[in-house]
């Protein structure tokens, strides 16, 4: 599976100048991309833009060649955030929050350190690398063949960063995925991908 961005321009509003100008970028099924750059220049946009939460004011977002926004069904293209306490509804008990991606193996749940008795809790009762390893295992559910990982380990202590990195990167080898990897550290970048960019 190819997901492609072409020649993607943003704005976030008609009197400003776009964030984005013409950006090109495709990630490739089994590649993991490295997306670095300053902050402010557009990367967490460029992700928005790939996963289909915003719509470019111009170019356009094609997966396999087909407009992304055209898609039915569960999307293939997932997107992970810094900060999971913005990416889980907080009304809803952590079993049916990881239920939102599909069914998940209970293999890759012991994998990425989630304890039983968490998913009967709500999620402001879970520490953010704990509701993280949610987001993870939610992200990575059956339809998933594109990964966006937005600085998705930066908030976390090195113990944590490393398993779910480890567990991350063991199930993109089995499953072929293809990973955005957006990062302030090179050295993490240096270690996990197959190629960087520089936006
Ligand atoms: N919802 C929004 N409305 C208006 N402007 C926004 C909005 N979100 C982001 N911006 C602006 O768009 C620009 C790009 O922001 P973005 O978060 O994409 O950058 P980034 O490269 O991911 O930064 P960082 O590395 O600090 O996370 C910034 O100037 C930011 O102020």
Not at 159 to 184: C, F, K, N, P, Y
């Amino acid at each position: 599976m190819r997901l492609e961005g072409k020649s993607l321009t943003f704005r976030y509003r008609k009197d400003r100048k776009p964030v984005l100008e013409g950006i090109t970028i495709s990630i490739e099924s089994g590649e993991r991309l490295g997306l670095a750059g300053p902050s402010g220049r557009g990367k967490t946009t460029l992700c928005r833009l790939l996963a289909g939460y915003e719509t470019p004011t111009s170019g356009e977002v094609l997966l396999d060649g087909t407009p992304l926004s055209a898609r039915k069904g569960p999307c293939p293209v997932q997107l992970l955030w810094q900060n999971p306490e913005t990416a889980v509804d907080p009304r809803m008990r952590m079993d049916r929050v990881l239920a939102e991606g599909g069914p998940v193996a209970p293999e890759l749940l012991e994998a990425l350190g989630i304890e039983p008795d968490w998913l009967k809790r709500w999620p402001g009762e879970l520490s953010g690398g704990e509701l993280q390893r949610f987001c993870l295992a939610r992200a990575l559910g059956p339809a998933t063949k594109i990964l966006l990982c937005d600085e998705m380990s930066a908030m976390l202590d090195y113990i944590t960063q490393a398993q779910l990195w480890e567990v991350l990167l063991a199930e993109a080898e089995r499953r072929d995925l293809g990973l955005l990897v957006v990062s302030h550290s090179g050295k993490l970048l240096e270690r996990v991908c197959t190629r960087v960019i520089t936006l």
